[in-house]
């Protein structure tokens, strides 16, 4: 049968989630863990990499076992032999037809930014520290011209392999919480480091380094060397994958939301 699973993590001692060679991976981690209770080898496919540094409250991985274990056994068994930076969140046998990553209709991230001169301490590798004074309402409204379908090769990493770099933005909203600027995006898909390199256009625009026009300037632009600096992994957070409703997985409590 077919299993999909819901996973959490702290991606700060991480190197990312895929399997390598050269370092600790969420995924690793987590196909230890359910093959123990499996009783056999577990390989899972996740809804979307994400890369070192980079934390999840949504992850969502399918897998294929002849095991017959309960929703709880997956979920507490799971989590008996993961570490405490990593917790299955919820467990449950669906269709075959489901894949975590081609049936997701969409993803949503949420770029966290510690907006003061001294840099953080407790939320240290949670959070990207800019010491810039920042204005939302200016990076707000870059944000407006890159909603909707767009080529954003100009916001992807150069060694991007997608193959197209065509995405649909539904959402990018940036708004202030005290120290904190968030930045929230929801897509169809996302480019390598498409986030990222966005919230760093953002950031320079917040910090009046460039206009506001600059966001439209780059994306029209379609040359990543235009786009400025890519902007670190901390504070980068997967808190949402969005299915059709007849898979009817559970969805992360907003509670849980960061933030």
Known sequence: MRVAVGIEYDGSDFNGWQF?????????????????????????VCAGRTDTGVHALAQVVHFDT???????????GANANLPKSVAVTWAREVDEAFHARFSAQAR???YVIFNRPVRPTFLAYRVTWDHRPLDAELMAQAAVCLVGEHNFNAYRASECQAKSPVRTVHQLTVSRKDDLVIIDIQANAFLHHMVRNIAGVLMSIGAGEQPVSWS???????????????APAYGLYLVDVEYPPEFDLPKVPRTQLVW
């Open 20 to 44: 390598q060679n050269n370092g600790v991976s969420v995924q690793e981690k987590a196909e230890h863990a359910l093959s123990f209770v499996a009783n056999h080898p577990v390989r899972v």
């Open 66 to 76: 002849t095991a017959q274990r309960s929703e709880r056994s997956w979920i507490f």
């Open 108 to 110: 949503r991230y949420r």
């Open 216 to 230: 439209q300037q780059v994306l029209e632009s379609r040359e990543r060397a235009l786009g400025g600096v890519t």
